[in-house]
């Protein structure tokens, strides 16, 4: 079994194959979906989520126009989404650029593959900056080294300066005016920002391009040595690696609920009865 | 021609794919004239051109109709940008609505417009409607004089709600529309005041606790949204071109949409299959699309097929014209040879002589499974068990689709609840020995049948699982094994710690925890098995939908215990096993089993089509739904006409007419027919269909003999 000729990369894939190859077989190759649960305090998790979700939306709506009065009036049963959010209001969106294109996705090929990266917000300005917003609702702030290695960050400047000529008024982004900023609102919207460069493009080319040729080679993916990867990991009784870990220990804003392969909404007609 | 790099394009096509940026094309014809191969070519050369991938929409009554152009993007991998959207009007009026809910939610009369809206799946449309208007229905003692189930009644009256929506009436005219044109005594007018007094209530009950069904998302899409300065610019700048597929298959609310998209956007292509609106059940309105027309520049017709053999296509014609339907199309073959039948007395037979025939074209003639499919107007679970077994025993694949398969059927899914039952004995819905039979044989991997109903007779104690230590007898021990044994013990003893421990998870939470925790290890039955895996997620995600709603609802109503009432709604086969994961997986290899409205929704032409059941009448007949009807709730209906039994004579031939003119225009080569005297019940049949065919043969061999 190998993986579909029209398989997109993104972040989250490859982001599953530098920490565990075997997951990456399981998830996207086999696909094998496997509901156990990821950590001890499932509800918890859970309303932490989807408490992250909603803040996405609620930037997504102000950034397409629905006034933040009317967005702040339906926080008032939950505290600390408003405190997010009011953390947004007064820092999420100084400095960037005036042309704003939020939860916008953007595709660019690489090694005979798509590669996919879907943005909280771009914001840009022709022959200015190009700056990548991403949303962290996560409780702790990471080292600037471990963000600068992720996958997200190096994915997502790579595809833009790839793939966002049409929202620079046609010409290709020079790497050197990408930034990406990482905001938290959390922690009163403290903003990690890394730069970009050609010389950087070339290596992240490099090491992208490289995995994906190895993951298009690959025979047998094993399982990872570091058996810390596999406490939040789903597949633990298919591989038998111990039991769910705790939530206090677990980074949330590592944590991708869907694979962002292109998705739809369902729509009512398809358990209808076929009838005429 | 012209060469695109993918195919080679007629001249007519090329016209189409070519024209400018700034033009509306109109493109009628017949299925398998290549309609849909430009609608893909001019999404990939309006790409060529650097029209910017995000402004491009890709419009369809059902994302299935779809699956071409996504397999196109999907290897366009040359291209770099953003991505093309493809939305139904279900899909984009529930992200507009949702996106600028809180500027519409108050003037649209919900109770709580600062509060986020609960939009509901069809299963929750129903979990809903059975809790708003039971006690109704009930007290004042409504519908007793209809013989159908509840839930289908109610599903009837979710169905009108949807069709005025659809349509664009009030939901108030419901009971008015139904009663002039139907109803034919006090008796059948009582039951219309019913149905509408139930869809009122609904409503109401839907706007006092921010809950959507698909009929009010539509309607508040439609008169508020739609309204909405800032949503109508966002929309309007967003998509610049669109390219319409199927738009006969649409109902007239994605008619208005288009129209309006029609006045602001750069270009677009809009595809009509001229014999097709297969789908009025679902407020598909050929009429309403065809107005489209005129608000193009550009018209062209394709007439020419591409797909069927010339024997093929004047069976298509000729039986079209044996149920009183004109073909322009001009046919001199005989059809004969594209019909190949053998006649059984019982249907076990047939379905024995369709695996054989699939066989022998997989065999002998070198036919890709993926180029055969086999129809039926319905598919029971006999039938479909019938087929995939005797396919399977002969290696071939298959690919069966049913959209409403029930969860409760899935035997992970049965396995699931049965366990589910067992641990939460103060539901008091103990299962039963066969139950917990099926679910031992699927929960433990390697235990048959006799050890599995060994160890229920033995240690199954109302509702409880006693450990294996309480066999008695060695011999007894010996014959289960001691290694099954062991893995007894071990579901056993989780399933009464969770009881001991007065645990009450969510029901989702509590499938997970089962899942992890004991199935998906060695030496159990979900382990490794990525069909177990993909139904228990489906049975998770479904359950998890139901919790947020319940939870939703619990700051406006009273608490629900939800565990029982959603293993009730399973077992009530409301819950349905189909996810998007699972259309997905049909595009995989096989030979397709599938209703022939499914098959033809799906629009892609095999070489060879079996045909079951031809005596039956469900080829012709709609369901029996007393409270609801398509033509009277349609656009198109007189108010005050009167529905006659020759209506639905006329409806009957004219359906089924359609129907074979689409299936033979999706066929290349040839039909089987599956007949055999007595049906799946044991019945004679003699149907519409059935009487078509020999009708058809008959004057064949008439005019032989007079030759
Ligand atoms: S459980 Fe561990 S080894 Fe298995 S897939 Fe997950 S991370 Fe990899």
Redesign the interface.
Known sequence: MSLS??F?FTQGSLQDYADCSRRFELRFI????????EVQE??QFEKRTRQGARFH?LV??HL????AE??T??L?DDEELARWWANYLARGLIDLPVQRHSE??????LA???L?AKYDLLALEPGGAAVIVDWKTGARLPAHATLRGRMQTIVYRYVLA??G???YA?EAIPPERIRMDYVYVAQGGERLSFEYSAAQMREDEALLSGMIAAIDRAEVFPLTDDVRRCRYC?Y???C?RGE?GRLEDFDLDEYEDEDEQ??????????????? | MADNGLWSNTDAQSEIIDAPLNCNIWLEGIAGSGKSSVGVARVLHLLGR?V?A?SILIFVP??ALAQPY??AL??H???????VS?Q?I??LS??MV???W??IAGRAGFKHP???PNFL???LVQYFMTRAIEPLVDERDYFNSVRIDRPRLY?QIVDNM?KAALVGFPISEIGTRLKSALASGVEEAHIFDDAQTCAIAFRKYCLERNMLD?SLQLEIFREHVWAEP?AR??LRGRYRHVIVDGVEEDNPASHGLLRDLLESCDSALIIYDRDAG?????GADPDSARRLRDRCDLKKTFDETFVMGAEVKTLGAELAAQLDLSVPLKCDADPRPALITEAHRYHPEMVDWVARQVDMLVRERDVSPNDIVILAP?LSDALRFGLTDGLSQRGIPIRSHR??RALRDEPAARTLLTLARLAHPHWRMAPTDFDIVFALMTAIKDLDLVRAKLLTEMLHRNGQLLPFAEVRSTAMQERVTFDLGERYDRLAAWINRYIDDNRVD?ID?F???L???LL???GFGF??D?DA??T??NL?DSARGFRWSLDFMSRYDEKIDLGLDYVKMVDRGVI?N????DWI?DVEEGVLIA?A??FLLNNRPVDYQFWLNIGSEGWSR??Y?PLTH?YVLSRGWSPGAVWTEDDEQHLSRE?LGR?LLALTRRCRKAIYLGYSELSESGYEQRGLLLETIQSMLRRHARVEQHV
Not at chain 1, 104 to 109: R, V
């Open positions: 000729a029209d997109a086999k696909r094998m979906r496997y509901p156990a649960l499932p509800l939306k997504q709506q397409l126009g629905v006034p009317a967005l009036a339906s008032v916008i996705t953007l595709q660019t090929h005979g593959r798509r996919l790839g793939a000529a049409h929202l046609g789903s633990r009784s298919l038998d769910a292109e998705a739809f909404a369902l729509d009512f007609d398809q358990i209808a009865e076929i009838e005429f | 650097g910017p995000e059902q994302r996504i397999t999907r290897r991998t040359a291209h770099r940008g953003g991505q493809v139904t279900g899909s529930l992200q949702e996106t600028f809180f500027l600062n509060d986020l799946s069809l299963e599903s949807n698909f800032s610019r966002y297969f789908r009025r059940f679902l319905f959209p409403s969510a939470i499938f997970r925890r899942f992890g925790g998906a290890r060695a382990h490794d990525v895996g993909n228990a997620q998770v349905a189909f996810y998007l994961r997986a209703p409205y499914t709609r369901l739904q398509p359906t129907l």
